[in-house]
């Protein structure tokens, strides 16, 4: 599993601090064969829910093989102005000259078909030059929406993996690693009670757990049961 939230990405996300877990263990697996340069695998396509860790997966990947990330988040800043025939969206420019390509939240591609053409168009340019190509979504390949079909068919010709932390010895591996990173004690009660009082996705429980963390700082308390129920 992984250190994990599909937040923004921040440097802190590296393989060093990916939590591999049974849920996330084939993706991870295939991360490490693109990032060794394996000649034969150069195209990966991850997907999930959010908060299992697919970012910092993508993060990592981008950082090992000198990849330029984006996120289908920030969509609207490469057709602001609109996209024509003759005002392209721009994809193709924020990717130029680079040395592989990342793209996360690829559910999120707005519904243009000049967007969708230039995808295409980047994708197969960066394919055809054998470029690492490293993706993820919410989705399978093939229930992603606004996507050209061609696009479709030839993500499923790479490596494809689903994360999946939703079982509970993978949320407290998480819990764990989160608590060490922020130089926490973290009991095994008090993991207990966050997985019986907080939203069990992962994103929620590092909210908690950062919730937790600064109570235990404004009160100069060590972290227990009782604090964290107060906190909570």
Same mark, same amino acid.
């Given at each position: ?89 721009? !994809? @193709? %420019? ?10 996360? #939240? /690829?559910? =999120? *591609?707005?519904?243009?078909? $000049? ?62 690693? !989160? @608590? %060490? ?10 993991? #207990? /009670?966050? =997985? *019986?009082?907080?939203?069990? $996705? ?31």
């Amino acid at each position: 599993m992984q250190l994990i939230f599909d937040f923004p990405v921040v440097p802190r996300f590296s393989f060093e601090n990916f939590v591999v877990c049974a849920g996330n263990k084939t993706a991870y697996q295939f991360a490490q064969k693109i990032a060794a340069g394996d000649a034969t695998e150069n195209l990966l396509y991850v997907y999930g829910p959010e908060g299992s860790g697919k970012t910092h997966l993508l993060t990592a990947l981008a950082a090992a093989i000198g990849g330029d990330y984006f996120s289908w988040r920030e969509a609207e800043s490469l057709h602001a102005g609109g996209c024509s025939a003759e005002v392209p969206c721009g !994809l @193709a %420019e924020r990717f130029h000259g680079c040395a592989a390509l990342v793209l996360d #939240d /690829l559910h =999120l *591609l707005p519904d243009s078909q $000049d967007l969708r053409v230039e995808l295409w168009e980047l994708f197969n340019a960066c394919y055809t030059a054998g470029k690492k190509i490293v993706i993820a979504g919410l989705l399978p390949p093939k229930e992603l929406p606004h996507l050209d079909g061609h696009l479709t068919s030839r993500l499923l010709w790479g490596l494809v993996a689903r994360m999946d932390v939703s079982d509970d010895a993978s949320r407290r591996m998480i819990l764990k690693k !989160l @608590a %060490e990173d922020r130089q926490m004690s973290l009991p095994e009660e008090v993991i #207990d /009670l966050m =997985l *019986l009082k907080v939203r069990r $996705d992962i994103p929620s429980l590092g909210f908690a757990l950062e919730a937790i963390n600064r109570y235990a700082i404004a009160t100069k308390r060590k972290i227990g049961l009782r604090l964290a129920k107060e906190a909570l």
